[in-house]
């Protein structure tokens, strides 16, 4: 089945970069989908942008395009999501989560933890 | 980009209960990328249905989709308590995905 798990917490200033990470355990790494996605404090669901492992370019949501790099190293089937500069409006909670059967657009499951990342001077 | 609009807002319905909750697109949506979710307080978001009407593994039959073009709809049967979630729809179109903004289910 596999699962998803996301790196830790963060606490950052503005203007600091940073990467999390997502990593597959106990299936393919190369061969589903992966997709970002942002929950702002108290909010919705907002799609940040997807890619296939090893295989591909990311897309992008239009709305996070040039904000975000989503990238992967298969060879510790790891994603990542990464800023340049953290702005304190980059305070949420990130979710990773595998394409549902292998398949892109048709839904994500399962989804990892949710790593916090909190951006405040 | 396709904009999904839920209702309603916010549902509050007695156990046993049937609810209803609506997703319309902004445009057509391929039934085969129209998904739901459940999230929980402090829980990742659940698959509960994709292509608007297969629910997803170890989903109870209690839940159901239907619908197609713009007009979507997830039906819960026989309400428990422990659907208290919020619920988002998500479509996919031209390699790109939004949410709607999620309808919160109260159960009283």
């Known amino acids: 089945e596999g699962q998803l798990v996301q790196s830790g917490a963060e606490v950052k200033k503005p203007g600091e970069s940073l990467t999390i990470s997502c990593q597959g355990s106990?299936?393919?790494?190369?061969?589903?989908?992966i997709g970002w996605v942002r929950q702002m404090p108290g909010k919705g669901l907002e799609w940040i942008g997807i890619?296939?492992?090893?295989?591909?370019?990311?897309t992008y949501s239009p709305s996070f395009e040039g904000q975000v790099t989503i990238s992967t190293d298969k060879s510790i089937s790891t994603a990542y999501l990464q800023w340049a500069s953290l702005k304190a409006s980059d305070t949420a909670i990130y979710y990773c989560?595998?394409?549902?059967?292998?398949?892109?657009?048709?839904?994500?499951?399962?989804w990892g933890q949710g790593t916090l990342v909190t951006v405040s001077s | 980009e396709i904009v999904l609009t839920q209702s309603p807002g916010t549902l509050s319905l007695s156990p046993g209960e049937r609810g209803t909750l609506s997703c319309r697109a902004s445009?057509?949506?391929?039934?085969?990328?129209l998904a739901w979710y459940q999230q929980k307080p402090g829980q990742a978001p659940r698959l509960l249905m994709y292509?608007?009407?297969s629910r997803a593994a170890g989903i109870p039959d209690r839940f159901s989709g239907s619908g197609s073009g713009t007009d979507f709809t997830l039906t819960i049967s026989r309400l428990e308590p422990e659907d208290s979630a919020v619920y988002y729809c998500?479509?996919?179109?031209?390699?790109?995905?939004?949410f709607g903004q999620g309808t919160k289910l109260e159960i009283k």
């Open positions: 998500q479509q996919y179109s031209s390699s790109l995905f939004t």
């Open positions: 292509s608007a009407s």
């Open positions: 989560a595998r394409a549902y059967g292998g398949y892109v657009g048709i839904g994500f499951d399962p």
């Open positions: 890619i296939y492992p090893g295989y591909s370019d990311p």
């Open positions: 106990g299936y393919s790494f190369t061969s589903y989908w």
């Open positions: 445009q057509s949506v391929t039934s085969t990328y």
